[in-house]
């Protein structure tokens, strides 16, 4: 019963590195979603997904990309890490249709400094 | 717009004391309204749900109603425990809407014997 997995828990970066959030689904869930988590803001939504090969811009997209190769796979890139971006960072996925559960991660804490 | 609007905290309650976490709404036709709770160090995982209006949703002691004419979804236990200390989050889904869970601030619930 693995559901959800992120990897790494923690990293720190320097200013104007790249790296790659990844997540992984046993699921078989159509949806799948990159928040990030800042105080007093809650979840924002970064991208998400309704199915492999589809991609879509949430409310903070900048400085993100993803894409979706297969239905178990949703890795998040950061192309040149700010300290804006220090954050905790989760992947979320669910079944199609509006009122279905959305199973999270164990996120991601990632400083940039 | 779709937006969630919730108590503030953070809430320190003792032992067996009743907890009404606020939450409004703001939504295009009939949202799906849920809470998700999030233990120290974890992921955020459904607490309870409810997709129609006076639908009430239900789960380990932790009740919320769907009240469309106040536009809320109040969360209430009778009698918190210690074990219940976590952040709470009110969301939503809008009808049709492909993926995307809007997430209120958080409310930090700490419960003290």
């Known amino acids: 019963n693995a559901g959800v997995t992120q990897t790494p828990k923690f990293q720190v970066l320097k200013t104007g590195q790249s790296m790659t959030l990844q997540c992984a689904q046993d699921m078989n869930h159509e949806y799948m979603s990159w928040y990030r988590q800042d105080p007093g803001m809650g979840l924002r939504l970064i991208h998400y997904s309704v199915g492999a090969g589809i991609t879509d811009q949430g409310e903070v997209p900048n400085g993100y990309n993803v894409s979706r190769s297969t239905t178990e796979d949703f890795p998040l890139r950061l192309l040149s890490a700010a300290p804006s971006q220090t954050s905790v960072y989760f992947c979320a996925s669910r079944a199609a249709g509006d009122n279905t559960e959305a199973f999270f991660g164990q996120g991601t804490r990632l400083t940039v400094v | 717009g779709n937006s969630v609007t919730q108590m503030e905290g953070p809430v320190t309650l003792s032992e067996e004391a009743f907890l009404t976490i606020n939450c409004t709404y703001t939504a295009t036709g009939y949202p799906s309204l849920f809470w998700y709770v999030q233990y120290p160090g974890e992921g955020l995982q459904l607490l309870l749900k409810?997709?129609?209006?006076?639908d009430k949703g239900s789960n380990k002691g932790f009740e919320a109603t769907y009240r469309k004419e106040t536009t809320s979804f109040h969360l209430e236990k009778g009698s918190v425990q210690v074990s219940d200390s976590a952040v709470y989050f009110c969301a939503l889904t809008p009808p049709g809407g492909a993926n995307n869970l809007f997430f209120g601030t958080g409310t930090r619930l700490t419960v003290i014997p």
């Open positions: 409810a997709t129609k209006a006076d």
